[in-house]
């Protein structure tokens, strides 16, 4: 399988730039997802990798050769669109085969490919099906097996689940997990806008934004350490809450007053005296928030709605007027609390993220 560079690639249309620079190595055997809210250039770099559109300055390297201007066909790529894009008079074998039929191969080995993916993907018994007689979730499984089928250097997914119902996108998640477990040497780039998608399928995550990067990495490496205010919101559902704080430094001694409280941070921080009295935002994810007795709270908020769904309650609530949204805290179990109740919450100091008023993040780590 190929690796894929990106350097310097800029993408306009007219007067209208929507891609600022990318530069991104891509490793041979990756999974790589594309994330970003849309109109962000994710599906534009997607469809630039496999020359669907031409690159306005910059170089594309797929296996180290240069590929600006190579047509689509020439790339050894496969591509899984959004839309199934099957042939309806055609059978399921039919349709994994008909490219592969174009290019000239022999029957035999059409025969043997199409079998083999048809294995991986749990399609054997469909193969005599038209399109017609398949749920939709079979369908996304055989315009995947038409791109295995051509054994291709680099495999490119433009959000293939978003057609789906819930349930079929859990279902086809853990099938497109388990073909790469099936292929691992293979290259693979996925675009999505579903966080939950980027994370429970990526070796790494590129997040996108208005067409820059914001950010690459694992998904636990944007979950503990996103770079900014942009990521730290993106990856996690419900996303990251953010209230503004004053730091509070008296010697080696670290506080942050935060809403109505302060807290202590301990001594092992990043900050100094010179820190004092700064202004910072602060983050913290809503799996973090726990209920605490209003002598040990961190944090009292009113009740706005509350969302009981059995394994825990999703708690919305007001602690503080100067935030854009509510407080949003998943508390384990059941919680009986209703509109207009009051709630203690509490925190560990080492799961806040601090960022500066630019919204940039001012550390990596913080020790309680």
């Excluded at 390297?61 to 099957?86: C, H, T």
């Amino acid at each position: 399988m190929a690796s894929v560079s990106l350097s310097k690639i800029t993408k306009s249309f007219g007067s209208v730039e929507v891609l600022h620079g990318i530069d991104l190595e891509i490793e041979k055997g990756e999974f790589i997802v594309f994330v970003g809210p849309s109109g962000c250039g994710k599906s534009t770099m997607l469809r630039i990798i496999a020359g669907l559109e031409e690159i306005t300055s910059g170089t594309l390297k797929i296996d180290d050769a240069v590929s600006n201007g190579i047509p689509p066909g020439e790339r050894g790529i496969a591509m899984v669109f959004q839309s199934y894009a099957l042939y309806p008079h055609m059978t399921v074998y039919e349709n994994m085969a008909f490219g592969l039929k174009v290019s000239g191969m022999a029957k035999a080995e059409i025969d043997k490919r199409v079998r083999r993916a048809a294995e991986m993907l749990q399609l054997t018994a469909y193969l005599d099906r038209h399109p017609r007689n398949l749920s939709g979730g079979q369908r996304q499984r055989v315009a995947i097996g038409r791109a295995v089928t051509r054994d291709p250097k680099v495999f490119l997914f433009d959000e293939p689940l978003s057609n789906l119902d819930a349930a079929l996108r859990v279902a086809t998640r853990i099938e497109i997990a388990d073909l790469k477990d099936k292929m691992p040497d293979s290259t693979m780039i996925y675009v999505t806008h579903d966080q939950v998608e980027a994370m429970t399928l990526a070796d790494r995550i590129v997040v996108f934004r208005d067409g820059r990067i914001e950010q690459i990495g694992t998904p636990l490496e944007l979950y503990d350490t996103p770079q900014n205010l942009f990521v730290a919101r993106f990856i996690g559902s419900p996303e990251m809450n953010i209230l503004k704080g004053t730091l509070e430094i008296s010697g080696a001694s670290a506080g942050l007053k935060l809403a109505e409280t302060s807290v202590q941070l301990g001594e092992n921080t990043p900050f100094s005296a010179s820190d004092n009295g700064r202004t910072v935002q602060v983050g913290i994810r809503p799996e973090h928030l726990f209920q605490a007795d209003a002598s040990t709270s961190n944090l009292t908020g009113k009740t706005l709605f509350a969302e009981k769904l059995g394994e825990l309650t999703v708690l919305h609530m007001e602690v503080d007027p100067s935030m854009e949204h509510a407080l949003i805290a998943k508390v384990p179990g059941h919680h009986d609390a209703r509109r207009g109740d009051a709630v203690h919450l509490g925190f560990k100091a080492e799961n806040l993220h601090f960022f500066g008023e630019d919204g940039t993040r001012l550390q990596q780590t913080l020790v309680a």
